[in-house]
């Protein structure tokens, strides 16, 4: 986090010196400071969980707004007005860091809209996006991409006997077995109330089967330690081009996984 801080305020200091050095009297570029701190809000709305993250954009604002005014009265000094210098680091730190809130703000927003509340994970309109656009890819370079389909079985009589509390907990239990077992490429979502779906670009069946079986067997350790009598049903499909919809090899995978079902029970 702290590189992306000092990359931030290098950025800064590199607006300044070409504001001043480079830009002659007659151009202006004070609009660039604006650009840091677009920068800061979106990192500190990707990881606004942390407070001190939440406020990344606020301190680059006050950043912002000193040094741009330092380097306005360096170019005068000792001509230049205390007063004056004062007054310009005040407005310019309250105009960014509004600014920075507000679009912290309205990122969050944006991201909300996409994301399961519960789990973090992408819900179902992230999901379908990105599946479209693996879609396109994959009918492009005629490459495969597989879907994993997860059900939590028992999952409502668990609830029944131990409370919704425990219901959030195995969701969020699982959410983290499905991160820690996928890669920064794949998209894990929560799609319905204990539905899970991962879809894993460039991946064949082999692969996928692996996957699988490993999430498989990290989830029957996690609920055990937990005393959880729950369990995972998974499905599988992989597919090569755009010729079938999101529902229709969604089907597929729910059909492999019902299929797994009847032979684990066998």
Not at 18 to 43: E, F, H, M, T, V
């Amino acid at each position: 986090m702290l590189w992306r801080f000092v990359l931030v305020v290098t950025e800064i200091l590199l607006i300044t010196f070409w504001n001043y050095k480079l830009s002659g009297a007659y151009y202006s570029l004070d609009a660039l400071y604006c650009l840091p701190i677009i920068q800061a809000a979106r990192i500190g709305a990707i990881r606004s969980q942390r407070h001190s993250d939440s406020q990344i954009a606020a301190l680059v604002g006050i950043t912002s707004a000193v040094v741009w005014s330092v380097a306005e009265a360096a170019v005068v000094w000792p001509n230049y007005p205390l007063d004056a210098f004062a007054m310009n680091i005040f407005t310019r730190g309250v105009t960014f860091t509004v600014l920075g809130r507000v679009l912290t703000k309205l990122w969050n927003e944006r991201d909300y809209l996409r994301k399961d509340a519960l789990t973090g994970l992408a819900n179902r309109l992230e999901f379908t996006e990105r599946f479209a656009a693996e879609r396109l890819r994959s009918d492009w370079s005629n490459g495969p991409y597989s879907l994993l389909f997860i059900d939590i079985d028992q999952f409502k009589m668990l609830i029944c006997s131990h409370g919704s509390h425990v219901g959030d907990e195995v969701l969020k239990a699982v959410s983290s077995i499905l991160r820690v077992n996928s890669r920064i490429v794949d998209t894990v979502a929560r799609i319905g109330e204990n539905k899970f779906v991962l879809l894993l670009p460039e991946t064949n069946e082999y692969i996928c089967r692996v996957l699988g079986m490993r999430i498989k067997s990290a989830s029957d350790k996690k609920f055990q330690a937990k005393g959880w009598f729950i369990s995972l049903s998974i499905g599988h499909v992989t597919v090569i081009g755009s010729a079938r919809s999101f529902d229709e090899i969604l089907h597929e995978a729910n059909e492999t996984m019902c299929s797994t079902k009847i032979q684990s029970h066998t």
